[in-house]
T-cell receptor, first 115, second 113 residues
Framework: DTGVSQNPRHKITKRGQNVTFRCDPISEHNRLYWYRQTLGQGPEFLTYFQNEAQLEKSRLLSDRFSAERPKGSFSTLEIQRTEQGDSAMYLC?????????????FGAGTRLSVL | DAKTTQPPSMDCAEGRAANLPCNHS???????VYWYRQIHSQGPQYIIH???NNETNEMASLIITEDRKSSTLILPHATLRDTAVYYC??????????????FGKGTHLIIQP
């Protein structure tokens, strides 16, 4: 068990470009989450998957954002036509829903800088 | 999910117990209290959670008041590596309702040598 893995760790892009991030969850975890964190703030929930189904999207997830989790394994988060306001840390977490509790395990994040 | 209130920052001497408070006066009967921490430039790390009984694990202890309106996370022997932002989160059990965690600004705990 190597934990949640995110790639790349850092991404610098120019405004207007598209970027894609990848998250590999802990194996056998059926839930996968994406969060965004800006400087000085706590993480903000974006979306989550149960297996391959995207079950919830935050209003923070604009039309320029799309997430996929094909085959219920790894997930990708794509941002189209990036804006400077998209600069943030993008965090992925995974969990195995058991009973009444759901402990989410986070990756180290991908830091996006839009110039 | 219920709203939580935490002090923005706290100091603690190395080797002493760090006691981090959290108020969640609007907590519902089916909401659990979770604690996570985030060390600089890392993702959040799960620490402990509980419903109404006190809980202890290898990292910390969680004390929940009888009325469940507040809780305290205790790090029994704080080390410099415990310097981090600590988040108290309440969340409905069983995966019901919104599934994402709602983080506030947390408490920045600074362990002094």
């Amino acid at each position: 068990d190597t934990g949640v893995s995110q790639n790349p760790r850092h991404k610098i892009t120019k405004r207007g470009q598209n970027v894609t991030f990848r998250c590999d969850p802990i194996s056998e975890h059926n839930r996968l989450y994406w969060y965004r964190q800006t400087l000085g703030q706590g993480p903000e929930f974006l979306t989550y998957f149960q297996n391959e189904a995207q079950l919830e999207k935050s209003r923070l997830l604009s039309d320029r954002f799309s997430a996929e989790r094909p085959k219920g394994s790894f997930s990708t988060l794509e941002i189209q036509r990036t804006e400077q306001g998209d600069s943030a840390m993008y965090l992925c977490a995974s969990s195995l829903q058991t009973g009444m509790t759901n402990i989410q395990y986070f990756g180290a994040g991908t830091r996006l800088s839009v110039l | 999910d219920a709203k939580t209130t935490q002090p923005p920052s706290m100091d603690c001497a190395e080797g002493r117990a760090a006691n981090l408070p959290c108020n969640h006066s609007t907590i519902s009967g089916n909401e659990y209290v979770y604690w996570y921490r985030q060390i600089h430039s890392q993702g959040p790390q799960y620490i402990i959670h509980g419903l109404k009984n006190n809980e202890t694990n290898e990292m910390a202890s969680l004390i929940i008041t009888e009325d469940r309106k507040s809780s305290t996370l205790i790090l029994p022997h704080a080390t410099l590596r415990d310097t981090a932002v600590y988040y108290c989160i309440v969340r409905v059990g069983g995966g019901g309702g919104a599934d994402g965690l709602t983080f506030g600004k947390g408490t920045h705990l600074i362990i002094q040598p």
